[in-house]
C-alpha cells in the first residue's frame, strides 16, 4: 500500500494516516514529495524540511515499511503520472487524507493500477500550514 504527500513537519494528523494504513495489514510505503514540488505549490518558505529529513523521518516510524522521494515537474501531479511513478511498486491500495486536494487524481490512478483507494478521516485543525503560521505568529 501507497501513500503520498508533502509529510513537512510531522504532525498528529500524519500518524493517524500512517497508522490506519499500517493497522489494515499490507506494507506501508510513503512517497515524499520532492523540495521543488512543495515549494511550487505551497510558497518559497516551504518545505520546512528537506525531502530526505522527511523521508528518514517517516521511515523510523513503525508503521512505515519503506520511504522514497518522488521528483519531476510540479505541473504534473494527475493520475497518469501518479501510475507512472507507482506502477513499479504494484500497490494493493492508495490511502489518503479526505479532503487531500489530490484526492481525485489518486483515486483515477488506483483505479488505473487495479489497487483500492482508502481514505482516513481527517484530523481537525492539524496541518503543516496551520503549525507553521503558529510559529511565524499568523
Known sequence: MVATGAFDILHVGHLRLLGEAHRRGHPLVVGVEDDARIRAWKGMTRPINSATDRAAMLAALRSVDGTFIISGDPDFAGWREYCAILAPLEPHALVFTVGDPHAEPKRLAARALG???????????????????????R
Do not use: F, Y
Open 115 to 137: 489497487a483500492e483507494a482508502w481514505e482516513v478521516p481527517h484530523v481537525p485543525k492539524r496541518s503543516t500550514t496551520r503549525i507553521a503560521g503558529r510559529l511565524a505568529g
